[in-house]
Nanobody
Framework: QVQLVESGGGLVQAGGSLRLSCKAS????????LAWFRQAPGKDRDFVAA????????TYDDSVKGRFTISRDNAKNTVYLQMNNLKPEDTAVFYC?????????????????????WGQGTQVTVSS
Protein backbone atom coordinates (compact mmCIF):
# COMPACT_ATOMS: atom_id res chain seq x y z
CA GLN A 1 0.00 0.00 0.00
CA VAL A 2 1.11 3.55 -0.72
CA GLN A 3 -0.05 6.88 0.60
CA LEU A 4 -0.62 9.47 -2.11
CA VAL A 5 -0.56 13.25 -1.74
CA GLU A 6 -1.55 15.49 -4.64
CA SER A 7 -0.47 19.09 -5.14
CA GLY A 8 -0.34 21.73 -7.84
CA GLY A 9 -4.01 22.54 -8.23
CA GLY A 10 -5.31 26.07 -8.36
CA LEU A 11 -7.17 28.71 -10.34
CA VAL A 12 -6.14 29.33 -13.93
CA GLN A 13 -7.65 31.11 -16.91
CA ALA A 14 -8.85 29.20 -19.94
CA GLY A 15 -5.93 28.41 -22.22
CA GLY A 16 -3.51 28.27 -19.33
CA SER A 17 -1.47 25.41 -17.91
CA LEU A 18 -0.99 23.61 -14.63
CA ARG A 19 1.17 20.71 -13.54
CA LEU A 20 -0.21 18.41 -10.89
CA SER A 21 2.08 16.27 -8.77
CA CYS A 22 1.31 13.18 -6.73
CA LYS A 23 3.96 12.01 -4.32
CA ALA A 24 3.80 8.50 -2.94
CA SER A 25 5.17 7.30 0.36
CA UNK A 26 6.13 3.72 0.93
CA UNK A 27 8.40 1.35 -0.89
CA UNK A 28 8.39 -0.17 -4.34
CA UNK A 29 6.87 2.81 -6.14
CA UNK A 30 8.17 1.40 -9.42
CA UNK A 31 5.89 -1.62 -9.00
CA UNK A 32 2.75 0.52 -9.16
CA UNK A 33 0.64 1.52 -12.10
CA LEU A 34 -0.69 5.04 -11.62
CA ALA A 35 -3.54 7.16 -12.86
CA TRP A 36 -5.33 10.46 -12.57
CA PHE A 37 -9.10 10.74 -12.24
CA ARG A 38 -11.28 13.80 -11.75
CA GLN A 39 -14.67 14.63 -10.32
CA ALA A 40 -16.62 17.71 -11.30
CA PRO A 41 -19.36 19.06 -8.99
CA GLY A 42 -22.44 16.89 -9.12
CA LYS A 43 -20.82 14.34 -11.42
CA ASP A 44 -19.22 10.93 -11.11
CA ARG A 45 -15.47 10.50 -10.92
CA ASP A 46 -14.01 10.07 -14.40
CA PHE A 47 -10.77 8.72 -15.79
CA VAL A 48 -8.21 11.21 -17.10
CA ALA A 49 -4.88 9.49 -17.74
CA ALA A 50 -2.87 6.43 -16.69
CA UNK A 51 0.69 5.16 -16.88
CA UNK A 52 1.98 1.61 -16.54
CA UNK A 53 4.44 0.49 -13.88
CA UNK A 54 7.34 0.71 -16.34
CA UNK A 55 6.22 4.03 -17.72
CA UNK A 56 6.26 2.56 -21.19
CA UNK A 57 2.51 2.62 -21.68
CA UNK A 58 0.09 5.48 -21.23
CA THR A 59 -3.58 6.00 -21.98
CA TYR A 60 -5.82 9.06 -21.95
CA ASP A 61 -9.47 9.93 -22.01
CA ASP A 62 -10.43 11.38 -25.37
CA SER A 63 -11.38 14.69 -23.76
CA VAL A 64 -7.76 15.37 -22.74
CA LYS A 65 -5.75 13.79 -25.56
CA GLY A 66 -3.26 16.23 -27.00
CA ARG A 67 -3.61 18.58 -24.02
CA PHE A 68 -2.62 16.51 -20.96
CA THR A 69 0.50 14.42 -20.42
CA ILE A 70 1.06 11.89 -17.64
CA SER A 71 4.59 11.01 -16.57
CA ARG A 72 6.36 9.42 -13.64
CA ASP A 73 9.70 9.86 -11.90
CA ASN A 74 10.47 6.74 -9.90
CA ALA A 75 13.50 8.36 -8.28
CA LYS A 76 11.18 10.94 -6.73
CA ASN A 77 8.22 8.58 -6.10
CA THR A 78 6.10 11.04 -8.03
CA VAL A 79 3.61 11.00 -10.88
CA TYR A 80 2.78 14.16 -12.78
CA LEU A 81 -0.06 15.45 -14.90
CA GLN A 82 0.91 18.30 -17.20
CA MET A 83 -2.25 20.08 -18.30
CA ASN A 84 -2.12 22.55 -21.19
CA ASN A 85 -4.79 24.54 -22.99
CA LEU A 86 -7.12 24.17 -20.02
CA LYS A 87 -10.85 24.64 -20.55
CA PRO A 88 -13.60 25.59 -18.09
CA GLU A 89 -14.98 22.05 -18.41
CA ASP A 90 -11.71 20.75 -16.91
CA THR A 91 -12.76 22.23 -13.57
CA ALA A 92 -12.81 19.39 -11.04
CA VAL A 93 -11.13 17.79 -8.10
CA PHE A 94 -8.25 15.71 -9.47
CA TYR A 95 -7.32 12.46 -7.74
CA CYS A 96 -4.20 10.35 -8.01
CA UNK A 97 -4.60 6.57 -7.85
CA UNK A 98 -2.24 3.61 -7.66
CA UNK A 99 -2.30 -0.17 -7.86
CA UNK A 100 0.55 -2.59 -7.40
CA UNK A 101 1.19 -4.72 -10.47
CA UNK A 102 3.18 -7.87 -11.20
CA UNK A 103 5.86 -7.36 -13.89
CA UNK A 104 3.84 -9.16 -16.55
CA UNK A 105 0.90 -6.79 -15.97
CA UNK A 106 2.67 -3.78 -17.40
CA UNK A 107 -0.25 -1.85 -18.83
CA UNK A 108 -2.03 1.44 -18.21
CA UNK A 109 -5.65 1.10 -17.08
CA UNK A 110 -8.45 3.63 -17.15
CA UNK A 111 -10.78 1.50 -15.04
CA UNK A 112 -11.47 3.02 -11.63
CA UNK A 113 -12.00 -0.19 -9.69
CA UNK A 114 -8.58 -1.48 -10.74
CA UNK A 115 -6.99 1.03 -8.35
CA UNK A 116 -6.56 0.32 -4.67
CA UNK A 117 -4.92 3.46 -3.28
CA TRP A 118 -6.18 7.02 -3.64
CA GLY A 119 -5.07 10.50 -2.71
CA GLN A 120 -7.24 13.16 -1.12
CA GLY A 121 -7.55 15.24 -4.29
CA THR A 122 -6.53 18.68 -5.45
CA GLN A 123 -8.91 21.32 -6.84
CA VAL A 124 -8.44 22.65 -10.35
CA THR A 125 -10.60 25.60 -11.38
CA VAL A 126 -10.49 27.02 -14.90
CA SER A 127 -12.13 30.39 -15.44
CA SER A 128 -13.51 31.51 -18.79
Amino acid sequence: QVQLVESGGGLVQAGGSLRLSCKASGRAFSEYALAWFRQAPGKDRDFVAAVSRSGGSTTYDDSVKGRFTISRDNAKNTVYLQMNNLKPEDTAVFYCAAVRREPHMDYASGIEFHYTDWGQGTQVTVSS
